[in-house]
């Protein structure tokens, strides 16, 4: 039997909790630190089945047993980090995105220090490893449509978050719809070479004091000459909506919401079904610890990562393009190269 990667999380926030309890059901993980600026003496009884709960990560990178570590920590914090794991020779899962503020020139070199440093870096784009998404992935590999030619996500949070996790973890287009443009280029096969959004406070108009929108509709043109559609809200009243389309030359692939149950009623008054799972955690269970499994599959069997650090850049160009669209009012032409 290969041996358990012996890992330390990094931030146990909202995301980091959630890390927390899949990496506790995984197998292949022995989870020896947690780690987060906010740790003291009740952390360690919280987590007292945990041998190490510490405050500064550095004291995860020193210890020379650990393997790997999960990166949940706020997004400004994430470059430094990722960094330090690396010239520490510690494999990395990193949360997306790679970055609010770093240039494209710094991520190249913090890339150029994972590669010399020979440790994988696979980054948080969950949805790439969804059942449902991954399904629709595979199918389009397979030929099933033919020539994509349309993608498009509809992708609804169910409440407004505040607007102090707001300003750690980056407003919607850093957030929320970097998952879309992420999935929308991955099922494409294709670079996004210009992105034209709307943006607007239709639920919260407080959310401009932090210069964030909670409504977004945004066209993409992919260099292979394909479109991409996206919507996205803060606010669904009837749950966590996720859904992908993707439209090809011979066909068309959709994936509905989930549900807790598949059961429909039809009466003389009305139909019904249940409403979207709720939240994120409950929605993308399976890809969050689907995600993580693949990860460590990459480490002890040297296999390529399912969402590296170019896919970060190009992410995050294409939300940067989105933020600045919508601020402007204009389309936005995107780099489509990038060297490490
Ligand atoms: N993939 C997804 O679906 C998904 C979902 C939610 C959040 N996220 C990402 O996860 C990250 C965290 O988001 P969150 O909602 O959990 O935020 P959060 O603010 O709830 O948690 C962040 C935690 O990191 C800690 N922290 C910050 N800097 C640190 C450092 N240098 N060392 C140790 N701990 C540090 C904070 O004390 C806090 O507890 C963000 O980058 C966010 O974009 C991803």
Not at 112 to 139: A, C, H, S, W
Not at 278 to 295: G, L, T, W
Request: glycine residues 6%; contains cysteine.
């Amino acid at each position: 039997m290969t041996k358990k990667l012996k890992m330390g999380l990094i931030g146990v926030g909202r995301q980091g909790s959630n890390h927390y309890n899949n990496l506790l059901s995984i197998n292949q993980v022995d989870l020896q630190y947690i780690c987060d600026l906010k740790v003291d003496q009740s952390w360690k009884e919280k987590y007292s089945n945990i041998p190490h709960v510490v405050k500064d990560y550095h004291e995860i990178l020193e210890d020379p047993s650990i393997d790997a570590v999960l990166i949940a920590t706020s997004t400004d914090a994430h470059a430094q980090v990722v960094l330090d794991a690396a010239k520490a020779k510690k494999h990395i899962f990193c949360e997306k995105p790679f970055s609010l503020t770093v240039s494209d020139g710094e991520i190249a070199n913090i890339l150029r220090t994972v590669k010399e440093n020979n440790v994988k870096l696979q980054m948080g784009f969950n949805r790439r490893m969804d059942p449902q998404f991954r399904d629709i992935y595979k199918q389009i590999q397979d030929g099933n449509i033919g020539t994509p030619q349309v993608v498009k996500t509809t992708s609804r949070d169910p409440f407004v978050l505040k607007k102090e996790l707001i300003q750690r973890i980056g407003t919607l287009p850093y957030d929320f719809t970097i998952h879309d443009l992420d999935l929308a280029r991955y099922m494409m096969g294709s670079n996004i070479k210009e992105i034209y959004a709307k943006g607007g406070t239709l639920i919260d108009p407080t959310l401009k004091s932090i210069g964030d929108v909670d409504t977004i509709a945004l066209v993409l043109e992919f260099e292979n000459g394909a479109f991409g559609l996206i919507d996205n809200s803060r606010q669904a009243v009837f749950g966590y909506d996720q859904r992908l389309e993707v439209f090809g030359s011979e066909g068309m692939l959709k994936a509905e919401n989930v549900s807790k149950s598949t059961v429909e009623l039809y009466n003389s008054t009305s139909e019904s079904k249940k409403n979207p799972l709720p939240i994120f955690n409950e929605r993308y269970h399976e890809a969050y610890v689907d995600e993580v499994k693949s990860f460590i599959n990459s480490v002890q069997n040297d296999a390529p990562v399912v969402a590296d650090g170019v896919d970060a850049v190009f992410a995050q160009r294409a939300a940067i393009a989105t933020d600045e669209s919508i601020k402007t009012g204009k389309p936005v032409k995107l780099d489509t190269e990038f060297e490490v």
